[in-house]
Structure formats: structure tokens, C-alpha cells
């Protein structure tokens, strides 16, 4: 509902306003979504026909949720983008410690307020973002946080422990009617996870032995590393129990959604006077180098290889090829295959090796890479069409490439191999570059032609 001109508990009864809870009207309007055929969780790639189905699912069915995921698999954007099911403006009790229903206020203060002042009772309006908070679970966290602690100024001014003004109310309080999420769920200590079975079983909270009954109503969201949550034990079997739904989110299963994921998260400064064109097959090479690092023995699998390493690898591609254009004073950029070892600093920060010894990072590095190459050349290129141009090293050509050369450079490349102009048809000077290098290091993974590289230049012979 859009916000209303309602400053009045008597003015919201008149309206007509009915409130619901808060995974009914997730499920409310989650179903209106769905019947207008409105994209659910925009930002999201890659789940369309794995993950959205089964979260659609458990929001139907109105339970609790737990995502287990490796890092980078966007578990908490989902959790954030659900705050989209919320309505626009939901109003509560103005001038209450915890958001309120006006029609059922939980609180002795909201109760007092209603009491005092009737059909008067001032209205607040939430906006749906006002109502998601979440809390990344560290050992050191408590109840107090979580739920809620006796406030010892509140004593120091008068009133006595036995009265429920005394309290202060945690995170979990504070966000009645709305979400809750607790990330990296199996860091909480198991005493702390005892605390929130009656949260997630009967809505309700006790703090200090104090006789006060809070039916809390929020809709309890957590994530966790699947390693933690089902190899280490650190998972209470009783709150285990109690989450309705477990949901297994995974890595871009195709090359296309890594691509879309990189391309809409990639930070790239925009020069203006100096265009940006990365051809498709360099943006494939980066993605393929994170979904290779996913099945490497050479990396640790259960730390995962982030969707960040493709991001930042796509950056530091990038921003190596714009470097190339200031210091040459070139007004195109276009990433080449000779950028590649300027991203292996980015890569080997986003993933954890298995292998330990000095020098070992670098040939992995250097492996994956090499043979993300040459997978992406082999989608675009049939290595039998082109023998003209491996035949035309036969006889004691040698091309010189380099990531600090001028893309003019490569014309004379293309001018002594004229088997290269049915491969770079119409393109621009940059372009073209890329695409020589890139055919040049095909040839060469295929053992067509030798590379010798001194001083970050490459030389290619028969």
C-alpha cells in the first residue's frame, strides 16, 4: 500500500486496515507477483530453475528458511531481496521501543499507549526497508543481543527489576513484523542457539525469568557454509528441527551466468574518451577460469571459488588493458590474451590452494588459466581451418606479441599472414589485436606453434 496521510489510531480503523501477519502477506503478495508474471528477485542469476522454485515453495508454505552455500553464491542478496514481498508502508505504534500492530500491541509500553490515549494513539509508517535487519553470528554474540537484557539505567532511574519497562529489547525484538536473518548460522555458541528454539517454534521470548509473554511475529532467515551445518555438528539438532525449509544454493552451473553475474556486478570505470570493448570470447575466458578453478584438485573445494573471483578477475582484465591505452596513448581499450597475467594477482586472492610449496600457486594459476583459454578457443575456432595460418611459420616467420604494444602493431602481423583476414573480417584496430593474440595462443596450446616469453613479451614460431 502506498503511505497514507493516517496519523491516527482511529483514522487507520477507518480506513479499513486490516493487518497480517507477516509471512502471510509475503505469501499475498508473493501470489499477486506470480499471477502478473513479474520477475520475482531481480539481480538474481542462475537460480531460475534450481533455487527460485524451492524458495517460492517454502514462502508458500510460509516456513522458515535456512540457504547453505558455499561463499559467493548469493545467499544474502537473496535474503535482502525478499524485503521486495513486504508492503510498501506498514503502520505501528508511534513512540514504542519495538514496531507494534496498532490492533494488537504486545508491549506493555505499546498497551499502556493504546489505553491512555484511545482512537488517538499516534500512528508511525514503516517502510518495507525499515523492517529486514540481519546479524552476522560470531561466538561472541549473547541473548542480550539477540533478545533482549535488563537496561540498568532504567533501574538506576527508579523503577524496580520486576517491571517490564525495565527491559531493552535486542535485534530480533526490534525487527517484529519483519525479517530476521542470522548469517554463518553454525558460528553461534550452542547456548545462544538454545535461546532461539521458543523464537522459532512458539514466536514467543523470555528475558531474565521476567513472566512476560512476546509473541514476536518475524519471519527468521539464516545461511550457513553446508560444511558447518552438516559435517562439523555445530547445529543443535532441536534447531535444526525447527527450520522449515533448507535450501542448497551452487555456483553458475553454465558459462552464459557467470557471464550475466560478472557483467552486472563489475565495477569499470568509465573514461568517456576512451571506449571499453572486451569481445565475448575474453569475458568467456575469465568466467571459464572460476568455473575450472571449481573442479581444480589444485583448490580447495570446500573453502569454493566465489562468483567475486570472476568479478574482480574481470576487473583487473579490464583495468590492465585501460593502463595500456593511457600509457600508449590509445583511445580504444580492449583486453587481450597477454592481460591474462596481470589478473593472476586478483585470482590467487580469492581462492585458497591445496598446494603449499613455493612457486606452486603460480603454475596452478598459470594452468587453469592456460587451459581456459583453450577451451573457450576451441568453441570458436575448428583448429582445422586454420592450418594456413600455422603453415605460414613453416618457414621461419616469428610474430612478437606483448600486453605493452600498440594494437597498430599487430596490423603488420596481419599484413605478413593473409590467412588471417577471413578470421578478423570487420573490426576495429583493437579488436583485431585481441583476436590475433587470441588465435596466436590457440595455435600455440594446440601445439601448432612454440612461445617463448621474456619480459611479458611472447614470441610465436614454427
Not at 527489576?161 to 530480533?172: I, M, S, Y
Not at 588493458?321 to 596513448?329: I, Q
Given at each position: ?16 486496515y ?53 561463499r ?15 508492503d ?31 482512537d ?30 535488563v ?29 530476521f ?43 550457513a557454509?553446508p560444511?558447518?551445518?552438516t ?37 569499470v ?82 581462492v ?21 583459454v ?64 587470441f ?24
Amino acid at each position: 500500500m502506498t503511505h497514507p496521510r493516517i496519523s491516527t489510531l482511529g483514522e487507520l480503523k477507518a480506513s479499513g486496515y486490516q493487518p497480517t501477519p507477516v509471512k502471510v502477506e509475503m505469501r499475498n503478495n508473493l501470489i499477486r507477483k506470480l499471477k502478473a508474471g513479474e520477475r520475482l528477485f531481480p539481480g538474481i542469476r542462475g537460480y531460475d530453475d534450481t533455487v527460485l522454485p524451492q524458495l517460492v515453495n517454502a514462502l508458500l508454505g510460509k516456513q522458515d528458511i535456512i540457504f547453505l552455500g558455499e561463499r559467493g553464491q548469493a545467499k544474502s542478496r537473496i535474503v535482502r531481496s525478499m524485503t521486495s514481498l513486504l508492503d510498501e508502508w506498514t503502520p505501528t505504534i508511534a513512540d514504542t521501543e519495538i514496531p507494534e500492530d496498532p490492533y494488537r500491541p504486545i508491549t506493555l509500553q505499546a498497551r499502556n499507549l493504546v489505553k491512555q490515549h484511545g482512537d488517538a494513539t499516534p500512528i508511525a509508517w514503516l517502510h518495507r526497508d525499515e523492517r529486514y535487519g540481519e546479524k552476522l553470528a560470531t561466538p561472541d554474540i549473547t541473548i542480550a543481543d539477540l533478545i533482549g537484557e535488563v537496561d540498568p539505567i532504567k533501574v538506576a532511574e527508579g523503577r524496580y527489576l520486576a517491571d517490564e519497562l525495565t527491559l531493552h529489547f535486542g535485534l530480533v525484538p526490534r525487527l517484529n513484523r519483519g525479517i530476521f536473518a542470522i548469517n554463518e548460522l553454525p558460528d553461534l555458541s550452542e547456548r545462544i542457539q538454545v535461546g532461539l528454539l521458543n523464537l522459532l517454534e512458539e514466536r514467543d521470548i523470555q528475558i531474565r525469568g521476567h513472566k512476560i509473554r512476546l509473541p514476536l511475529d518475524v519471519f527468521i532467515v539464516a545461511t550457513a557454509n553446508p560444511e558447518d551445518y552438516t559435517n562439523r555438528g555445530r547445529i543443535i539438532t532441536p534447531l535444526k528441527d525447527r527450520y522449515g525449509a533448507q535450501i542448497r544454493t551452487h555456483y553458475p552451473e553454465q558459462v552464459d551466468e557467470e557471464i550475466e553475474i560478472m557483467m552486472q556486478e563489475a565495477e569499470v570505470l568509465d573514461l568517456g574518451d576512451y571506449p571499453i570493448t572486451v569481445p565475448v570470447f575474453m569475458k568467456e575466458i575469465i568466467a571459464e577460469i572460476s568455473q575450472l578453478a571449481r573442479k581444480s584438485p589444485d583448490i580447495n573445494q570446500r573453502s569454493g571459488v566465489s562468483v567475486r573471483a570472476s568479478i574482480s578477475n574481470y576487473e583487473a582484465l579490464v583495468a590492465n588493458s585501460m593502463r595500456r591505452a593511457l600509457s600508449l596513448k590509445e583511445t580504444e581499450v580492449v583486453p587481450r590474451v597477454s592481460d591474462l597475467p596481470f589478473v593472476a594477482p586478483s585470482f590467487q586472492g580469492k581462492v585458497e590452494f591445496e598446494a603449499m610449496e613455493d612457486g606452486q600457486e603460480d603454475k596452478i594459476t598459470d594452468r587453469i588459466f592456460r587451459s581456459a583459454v583453450k577451451a573457450v578457443f576451441d568453441r570458436y575456432y575448428d583448429i582445422n581451418d586454420l592450418g594456413s595460418i600455422a603453415n605460414a611459420f613453416a618457414e621461419g616467420l616469428a610474430v612478437e606479441t606483448g600486453e605493452n604494444m600498440t594494437a597498430q602493431s599487430y596490423a603488420d602481423i596481419v599484413n605478413r599472414i593473409p590467412s588471417f583476414g577471413a578470421v578478423l573480417q570487420s573490426e576495429t584496430t583493437g579488436v583485431k589485436a585481441c583476436i590475433v593474440e587470441f588465435v596466436l595462443e590457440g595455435l600455440h596450446l594446440h601445439k601448432l606453434l612454440n612461445k617463448y616469453t621474456v619480459s611479458g613479451k611472447s614470441t610465436y614460431t614454427a
